[in-house]
Nanobody, 118 residues
Framework: QVQLVESGGGLVQPGGSLRLSCAAS????????MGWYRQAPGNERELVAG???????NYADSVKGRFTISKDNAKNTIYLQMNSLKPEDTAVYYC????????????WGQGTQVTVSS
């Protein structure tokens, strides 16, 4: 029922910035977490940042102080502002929605490529 569409990926130089967006197709309500995961070639998919329906945020240690997750309830969209990007941030970034109440269900976006290189 819910579709997630990511955008904003691309090629950026080290030290640069990108802003990722994830728009949900319908209104999201209840108890949930929306977040960003990433997966680089040869690596497992890892949680980058998450935000709950109540606004509680957590980050992976590797991105603390550089990335900021936020949401716009009116637009049904979450964002990931990525600053001071490093080559190690290169990965496919996936948007994720995990509902707990009223149902337990998860949704994934198709992913957007982020490449940090000179």
């Amino acid at each position: 029922q819910v579709q997630l569409v990511e955008s904003g990926g691309g090629l950026v130089q080290p030290g640069g910035s990108l802003r990722l967006s994830c728009a949900a197709s319908g209104i999201i309500f209840g108890v949930y977490t929306m977040g960003w995961y990433r997966q680089a070639p040869g690596n497992e998919r890892e949680l980058v940042a998450g935000i709950t329906n109540g606004g509680i945020i957590n980050y992976a240690d590797s991105v603390k102080g550089r990335f900021t997750i936020s949401k716009d309830n009116a637009k049904n969209t979450i964002y990931l502002q990525m600053n001071s990007l490093k080559p190690e941030d290169t990965a496919v970034y996936y948007c994720n929605l995990r509902l707990t109440q009223p149902q337990r269900v998860a949704y994934w976006g198709q992913g957007t490529q982020v490449t940090v290189s000179s």
